[in-house]
C-alpha cells in the first residue's frame, strides 16, 4: 500500500492507513485484489482480477460493506460484461449485460426492490424477451411497451425466426400470438367481451390444434403483465376432443368435469356452499357412461353423508355412510349396506365407535 508491505490481516498495521491496497500473487506478482482504506477502514472501491490478473469485477462499498453506486463485472478480453447500481447493497435502476464482443444482451430496470423492466436480444440485436413495467422508467422501454401509444412488437428466436408478436398499449399487454420452431401457432392471449383469454395450442400433424384454454375475469386493477381471477379453465385431447372443463368463482374451484376421449362423460364434481357448511358432490362413470360411484365431501375432502357405489346395470352395489364433521373437521364411517345386482340386500351394518360392527337383523351375510 501507497509502495509499503501491508499484511491485511493485522488490523494494527492498516488502523490508519488511507490509500489503495494491493494484493498480488506471491508466485507471478500478478495483481489479485484491490481495496480503498479511508483510515483503516475498508471504505470506496474494490478490484477483483482472475489468476491471469485481468479485472473481473468492480465496485464501491460503504461503511456497512455494502455495494454503494456502479457495480460491474468484465469479460477476460476486458469488454464490460454487466453494470448494475447499487444503494447499500440493493440493485436499484438500469441493469445492462453485454456479450463479449460489446454487443447488449440484456437490459432491465430494478426498483422497490423488484425488477419492473426487462428486455433480452439476440446477437443481431432483436428482442427475444420482453417484460413491460406500469410505467416508463428507460427511453428503451417507449417504443416497445407502448408508451408513445399502441404498438406491435415482434420477438425473434437466437437465429432470428419470428417466435411472437405482442400488442402493447401504456405497458399494458393486449393481445399476443405465438409461435413454435416449426412456424405453427403455440398461444395466443387476447381479450374476449372484457376478460382475458390466453389459449394453447400443439403441432398435430403439421396443423395447431387448440390443448388449452384460461379465461379470466375481467380486473382493471390487475398489473399489466396480470390478470383478474381464473373463471374457467378446459383442456382438449389431439384430437379437438373436450376433455377437461373446471369453473371458478370468487377464487374457488366450483365445478370439475372430465370426459373420455370418445365423448362420455368421466366425472362431475361440484361445490356448494361456503366455509365449514360446503360439501363437494363428485360423481365418476366408465367410458359407457354409467355411473360407478358417487360422493358426497367436505371442502378439505372428507367423507360426509352417504357414499355409493354402483353395478353395471346401475343399481346400487355399496352405500356407507359418514357422519357430519367433529371439532376437528374429522368424520366417521358409521353404516354400511351391501347389495347384489338383482337389488337383493347382502348386509346391513352399523359401524361402532371401537371398530366393531352390529349387523341389522335380516342383513344377510354376504356371498
Given at each position: 500500500m501507497n509502495g509499503k508491505p501491508v499484511n491485511p490481516s493485522n488490523g494494527a498495521e492498516t488502523a490508519s492507513l488511507t490509500g489503495l491496497l494491493r494484493c498480488?500473487?506471491?508466485?507471478t506478482g500478478r495483481?489479485?485484489?484491490?481495496?480503498e482504506l479511508r483510515s483503516g477502514k475498508y471504505l470506496g472501491l474494490e478490484r477483483f482480477y482472475d489468476r491471469e490478473?485481468?479485472?473481473?469485477?468492480?465496485?464501491?462499498?460503504n461503511e456497512r460493506g455494502n455495494g454503494q453506486g456502479r457495480e460491474a463485472t468484465f469479460w477476460p478480453n476486458g469488454q464490460l460484461r454487466r453494470e448494475e447500481f447499487a444503494e447499500n447493497g440493493r440493485t436499484q435502476g438500469p441493469v445492462r449485460s453485454f456479450t463479449e464482443q460489446g454487443k447488449l444482451q440484456r437490459l432491465a430496470f430494478h426498483a422497490d426492490g423488484r425488477e419492473q423492466f426487462s428486455v433480452e436480444y439476440n446477437a443481431a440485436g432483436q428482442p427475444t424477451r420482453l417484460m413491460c413495467p406500469p410505467a416508463s422508467v428507460l427511453p428503451e422501454d417507449r417504443g416497445l411497451c407502448g408508451f408513445g401509444g399502441a404498438v406491435e412488437t415482434v420477438l425473434y428466436t437466437s437465429s432470428g425466426a419470428r417466435a411472437a408478436q405482442m400488442r402493447y398499449d401504456q405497458g399494458r399487454?393486449?393481445?399476443?400470438?405465438?409461435?413454435?420452431t416449426d412456424g405453427l401457432l403455440a398461444a395466443q392471449m387476447l381479450f374476449e367481451h372484457g376478460r382475458r383469454v390466453h389459449r394453447r395450442y400443439s403441432g398435430e400433424g403439421?396443423?395447431?390444434?387448440?390443448?388449452?384454454?384460461?379465461?379470466?375475469e375481467a380486473d382493471d386493477r390487475a398489473l399489466p403483465q396480470r390478470s383478474g381471477a381464473l373463471a374457467q379453465a378446459r383442456r382438449w385431447g389431439a384430437s379437438g376432443q373436450l376433455v377437461e372443463q373446471r369453473s371458478h368463482a370468487a377464487g374457488r374451484e366450483t365445478l370439475v368435469e372430465r370426459w373420455y376421449l370418445n365423448g362420455a362423460l368421466r366425472e362431475r364434481t361440484a361445490l356448494a356452499g361456503e366455509g365449514p357448511a360446503a360439501r363437494i358432490l363428485r360423481e365418476l362413470y366408465d367410458d359407457d357412461g354409467r355411473i360407478t360411484r358417487?360422493?358426497?365431501?367436505?371442502?378439505?375432502?372428507?367423507?360426509?353423508?352417504?357414499?355409493?357405489?354402483?353395478?353395471?346395470?346401475?343399481?346400487?352395489?355399496?352405500?356407507?355412510?359418514?357422519?357430519?364433521p367433529d371439532a376437528r373437521g374429522r368424520t366417521r364411517l358409521q353404516t354400511r349396506r351391501e347389495w347384489d345386482e338383482s337389488g337383493r340386500l347382502l348386509a346391513d351394518d352399523v359401524l361402532l365407535e371401537d371398530g366393531s360392527r352390529q349387523r341389522k337383523a335380516g342383513g344377510g351375510t354376504g356371498s
Amino acid at each position: 500500500m501507497n509502495g509499503k508491505p501491508v499484511n491485511p490481516s493485522n488490523g494494527a498495521e492498516t488502523a490508519s492507513l488511507t490509500g489503495l491496497l494491493r494484493c498480488r500473487d506471491e508466485d507471478t506478482g500478478r495483481l489479485q485484489r484491490e481495496q480503498e482504506l479511508r483510515s483503516g477502514k475498508y471504505l470506496g472501491l474494490e478490484r477483483f482480477y482472475d489468476r491471469e490478473g485481468r479485472l473481473q469485477r468492480e465496485r464501491h462499498v460503504n461503511e456497512r460493506g455494502n455495494g454503494q453506486g456502479r457495480e460491474a463485472t468484465f469479460w477476460p478480453n476486458g469488454q464490460l460484461r454487466r453494470e448494475e447500481f447499487a444503494e447499500n447493497g440493493r440493485t436499484q435502476g438500469p441493469v445492462r449485460s453485454f456479450t463479449e464482443q460489446g454487443k447488449l444482451q440484456r437490459l432491465a430496470f430494478h426498483a422497490d426492490g423488484r425488477e419492473q423492466f426487462s428486455v433480452e436480444y439476440n446477437a443481431a440485436g432483436q428482442p427475444t424477451r420482453l417484460m413491460c413495467p406500469p410505467a416508463s422508467v428507460l427511453p428503451e422501454d417507449r417504443g416497445l411497451c407502448g408508451f408513445g401509444g399502441a404498438v406491435e412488437t415482434v420477438l425473434y428466436t437466437s437465429s432470428g425466426a419470428r417466435a411472437a408478436q405482442m400488442r402493447y398499449d401504456q405497458g399494458r399487454l393486449l393481445a399476443s400470438t405465438e409461435w413454435d420452431t416449426d412456424g405453427l401457432l403455440a398461444a395466443q392471449m387476447l381479450f374476449e367481451h372484457g376478460r382475458r383469454v390466453h389459449r394453447r395450442y400443439s403441432g398435430e400433424g403439421g396443423k395447431a390444434v387448440l390443448r388449452e384454454e384460461r379465461i379470466y375475469e375481467a380486473d382493471d386493477r390487475a398489473l399489466p403483465q396480470r390478470s383478474g381471477a381464473l373463471a374457467q379453465a378446459r383442456r382438449w385431447g389431439a384430437s379437438g376432443q373436450l376433455v377437461e372443463q373446471r369453473s371458478h368463482a370468487a377464487g374457488r374451484e366450483t365445478l370439475v368435469e372430465r370426459w373420455y376421449l370418445n365423448g362420455a362423460l368421466r366425472e362431475r364434481t361440484a361445490l356448494a356452499g361456503e366455509g365449514p357448511a360446503a360439501r363437494i358432490l363428485r360423481e365418476l362413470y366408465d367410458d359407457d357412461g354409467r355411473i360407478t360411484r358417487r360422493e358426497r365431501l367436505t371442502a378439505d375432502q372428507r367423507p360426509t353423508g352417504a357414499q355409493q357405489y354402483f353395478h353395471a346395470n346401475g343399481r346400487t352395489a355399496l352405500e356407507e355412510g359418514y357422519g357430519e364433521p367433529d371439532a376437528r373437521g374429522r368424520t366417521r364411517l358409521q353404516t354400511r349396506r351391501e347389495w347384489d345386482e338383482s337389488g337383493r340386500l347382502l348386509a346391513d351394518d352399523v359401524l361402532l365407535e371401537d371398530g366393531s360392527r352390529q349387523r341389522k337383523a335380516g342383513g344377510g351375510t354376504g356371498s
